[in-house]
């Protein structure tokens, strides 16, 4: 069953803004991943934030997680053509494999 | 170091055929994955090994589908009389640690077409 949905589906921006996904669960979470795939292949992990913490960063990513309403966002600042991808949401309760949304397609215009 | 290897790439194969795929984990990993992922949609859970455990099969969608880690390395999953809805990309991942919630390395899987 699906535990995270994304938000948009599909995003389309311009080179050098800011894009922004969303994710929402339905019950209490140990961790919350994202991942990125190119071209319906293989996942590239990206990054994991726990459910003690509230934000995260990594180079251009910016994720943050509230608990209490059971999302989470991902902000990709300055985008590059590159970032064009499908962008998902894992989450897991405890030990139970990771469930993944069926993510949001972005798209970023040169 | 080297990472996840699926093979082949990609399979086609006529409805009614058996087929094997094969995943050669990252070394080290104990945890690995099967997912299943239908064309624009997320992806599936199959089935989970850890270590010698017994591996959790509650994802496979039927009895065709079956698969084994050997040696606690590389994985096959074999799907037996292939229909048309099994077409998709088979997506293996491993990971270090015996905590399904652990970052997962995924291979660049294997697309599969049944005629």
């Known amino acids: 069953s699906q535990q995270g949905e994304e938000d948009p589906q599909a995003l389309s921006i311009q080179e050098g803004e800011n894009a922004t996904m969303n994710c929402s669960y339905k019950?209490?979470?140990?961790?919350l991943q994202w991942y990125r795939q190119n071209s319906g292949r293989g996942l590239v992990h990206l990054i994991l934030?726990?459910?003690?913490?509230r934000e995260k960063h990594s180079g251009r990513l910016r994720v943050t997680l509230d608990t209490s309403k059971k999302s989470s966002s991902l902000l990709i600042t300055a985008s590059r053509a590159a970032d064009t991808a499908s962008y998902f949401c894992?989450?897991?309760?405890?030990?139970?494999?990771?469930?993944f949304g069926k993510g949001t397609r972005l798209s970023v215009i040169a | 170091g080297a990472g996840v290897s699926q093979s082949p790439s990609n399979k086609v194969t006529e409805k009614g055929k058996d087929v094997e795929l094969r995943c050669d984990p990252i070394?080290?990993?104990?945890?690995l994955y099967w997912y299943r992922q239908s064309l624009g949609q997320g992806l599936e859970f199959l089935i989970y090994?850890?270590?010698?455990?017994?591996?959790?099969k509650s994802g496979l969608p039927s009895d065709r589908f079956s698969a084994e880690r050997t040696g606690g390395s590389v994985s096959t999953l074999t799907i037996q009389r292939t229909q048309q809805e099994d077409s998709a990309v088979y997506l293996c991942?491993?990971?270090?640690?015996?905590?399904?919630?652990?970052?997962?390395?995924f291979g660049p899987g294997t697309r599969l077409t049944v005629l």
């Open positions: 070394s080290g990993h104990t945890a």
């Open positions: 090994f850890q270590g010698n455990s017994a591996p959790d």
């Open positions: 934030i726990r459910s003690n913490e």
């Open positions: 894992a989450t897991t309760t405890g030990n139970t494999p990771l469930v």
């Open positions: 991942a491993s990971s270090y640690g015996p905590q399904r919630g652990d970052t997962q390395y």
């Open positions: 019950t209490s979470i140990n961790n």
